[in-house]
């Protein structure tokens, strides 16, 4: 059984830094590019930043420089380091495992971020 576990979430000030992890369990880890994606209100989900088996990053423009995603291919996990975090990264953040040759894709439940002005 596939399972993708968010943790972190909370809620801080403006300015502030969260560090959310995703640990993976019932997958070769190494086989997959992991992402984080995430969902505001009334908009659609969004790619954040993905790394891939090797460790090569990826991020959108609006988190560029502020957020650090980084993997553990011994731990099973993925963490992103947030910082500078504004009100408009309030959100819930969805970890994603996508296997690089069959596409298979897993989702996390999801984790509340909420960033207070």
């Known amino acids: 059984q596939v399972q993708l576990v968010e943790s972190g979430g909370g809620l801080v000030q403006d300015g502030g830094s969260l560090r959310l992890s995703c640990a993976a369990s019932?997958?070769?880890?190494?086989?997959?590019?992991m992402a984080w994606y995430r969902q505001a209100p009334g908009k659609q989900r969004e790619l954040v930043a993905s790394?891939?088996?090797?460790?090569?990053?990826d991020y959108e423009d609006s988190v560029e420089g502020r957020f650090t995603l980084s993997r553990d291919n011994a731990k099973n996990t993925i963490s992103l380091q947030m910082n500078s975090l504004k009100p408009e990264d309030t959100a819930v953040y969805y970890c994603?495992?996508?296997?690089?040759?069959?596409?298979?894709?897993?989702w996390g439940r999801g984790t509340q971020v909420t960033v207070s002005s």
């Open positions: 019932g997958i070769i880890f190494s086989l997959y590019n």
């Open positions: 790394i891939s088996r090797s460790g090569s990053t």
């Open positions: 994603n495992a996508v296997q690089m040759y069959t596409r298979q894709s897993f």
